[in-house]
């Protein structure tokens, strides 16, 4: 990162997210630079500027790549803002976009602020959730209280940690050296592990028994039960969960407190995701599995072969490989039913998810339905003219007894174009002068014309109804946009 001796850099909101992301308190952060307490905290709240001498001590104090003071995290506060004001309500309001963007980067705090009001609005308006109620005064027992969605305030914390948890990689990477075994023997390895270590005896379970459950911990027999159902990589993670939630108290609760107030559910939510978070990096140790993937050219089913993994479990790991000096390619990874709801996306890149809708039907995520045996790969471009590399593929998970519906998702990864050259999936290809399809983040954001997919106008412009025309999109729309 190069600075300008001249230019005062201010990175307040990137500097403390460095800090709690080493877990450290101001006093310990303030020690290890050489400056006093008070000084990092005038820095924390863009009222000092980093000097270029601090930036150094920073990245040999800690082994940091100031790479960690980019712009990814500001980048996402951006295209939430960019989301929240594209809406009707503020049509008015001719807000600049520059004017979004400084927001975005001085007072992320006010932007998470003002996503949770838009949610809360947004939902009232719908009329979906008892947010409606809350809001009419109908309940006074919730005292007129809005309670954010708590996967939506879970997801929200995960970005924040730009899905990095070096507390939770350092407990797996023990534990593998602890019981130091291939992956093909982690699962007797880590029964072991639970049976000797906490007296949980692991028992694998036929179907008539455990027919719509998949794992169940029995504290009173002090058994873990697992679904006959599940594979072999997905009962060696359940295993490796139940790990999680017998060791790594003191770590959860260092993160969750990092994190401020929650409500219960919230708190008791992100403990599960820290849990599965753990899981995946017992399965796939940080330093062995990031060499495995540069060597292999980011092979999933290479990968996936090698450590005994999933196809899903695999991208959900290539997004977590942002530790400072030691990272992989910043991926984005979603994962959506064939109705097209979202039921995952982590991205330590700087892809513009959509909070507030699903996603493009042009991106060939969609479309692994219809080729279930096959990896798509596909160069997507945003409307802003950014372009990304993208492979997809459906996964079936877990077996489903006859006659339920087997379950099927679709997993896209991706990452932008310029770390496209380090997947083997691009081998052969001229990136650079390789067509991107244009898509949108969603419908209701999308101003491109003319497309035949589209489900409903984007908010910014104004719908033109004319009966003596039917075009090949169903919705017409101005050319300006609505101010």
């Not at 007072?107 to 409606?132: D, F, I, K, N, S």
């Not at 979603?334 to 991205?347: E, Q, T, Y």
């Not at 035949?452 to 025309?469: G, K, S």
Request: glycine residues 6%; neutral net charge.
């Amino acid at each position: 990162m190069a600075t300008d001796p001249g230019k005062k850099l201010f990175v307040g909101p990137r500097f403390r997210r460095i800090r709690q992301q080493l877990g450290l308190s101001q006093t310990q952060f303030a020690e290890g630079l050489g400056i006093s307490p008070s000084y990092v905290n005038l820095i924390e709240r863009n009222q000092r500027p980093v000097t270029a001498q601090i930036l150094l001590r920073l990245a040999e104090t800690y082994d940091l790549d100031l790479r960690d003071l980019a712009t990814a995290d500001e980048d996402r506060f951006f295209a939430e803002l960019n989301e929240v004001f594209s809406d009707p309500l503020f049509r008015q309001i001719d807000i600049p976009k520059q004017e979004l963007r400084d927001l975005a980067e001085l007072c992320p705090g006010v932007t998470h602020a003002l996503q949770r009001l838009y949610a809360a609005y947004a939902e009232a308006r719908r009329g979906e959730t008892l947010a409606a109620a809350q809001f009419a005064g109908r309940d006074e027992s919730m005292g007129g209280r809005f309670d954010a969605n708590p996967i939506e305030q879970v997801r929200d914390l995960i970005e924040a940690n730009r899905n990095y948890f070096p507390e939770l990689e350092q407990a797996a990477e023990t534990l593998r050296d602890e019981i130091n075994v291939p992956a093909q023997d982690l699962f007797a390895a880590l029964s072991t592990r639970l049976r000797e270590k906490h007296s949980i005896q692991t028992r694998i379970m036929p179907v008539d028994v455990m027919r719509e459950t998949l794992r169940r911990f029995d504290r009173h027999r002090r058994q873990l039960l697992i679904s006959e159902l599940v594979d072999g990589p997905g009962c060696a993670f359940q295993l490796a969960f139940q790990i999680a939630l017998s060791e790594c108290t003191p770590a959860f609760d260092t993160i969750i407190a990092r994190a401020g107030a929650l409500d219960d559910t919230s708190r008791h939510l992100y403990r599960i995701t820290l849990a599965n978070y753990f899981a995946g990096c017992a399965l796939m140790p940080y330093q062995p599995f990031l060499t495995a993937a540069e060597s292999l050219g980011y092979d999933i089913h290479v990968l996936a072969q090698r450590f005994n993994t999933g196809f899903e479990q695999v991208c959900h790991r290539l997004t977590t490989l942002q530790r400072p000096n030691a990272r992989g390619v910043p991926f984005f990874m979603l994962r959506v039913d064939n109705a097209g709801n979202v039921s995952k996306r982590f991205s330590s890149g700087t892809f513009p998810f959509s909070k507030f809708g699903g996603t493009c039907p042009l991106w060939n995520v969609h479309s692994t339905f219809d080729t279930p045996d096959r990896l798509l790969k596909q160069v997507i471009e945003l409307p802003d003219g950014s372009r990304y590399f993208s492979v997809a593929q459906m996964v079936r998970r877990p077996v489903a007894p006859h006659p339920l519906a087997q379950p099927r998702f679709a997993i896209g990864l991706g990452c932008e174009i310029r770390h496209a050259a380090r997947l083997v999936y691009a081998s052969g290809m001229d990136l650079d002068k390789s067509e991107g399809t244009p898509i949108g983040i969603n419908c209701r954001l999308c101003e491109r014309e003319n497309c035949a997919q589209r489900a409903e106008p984007p908010l910014t412009r104004t719908l033109i109804l004319d009966e003596n025309t039917r075009r090949v999109t169903s919705f017409a729309f101005s050319n300006a946009r609505e101010v």
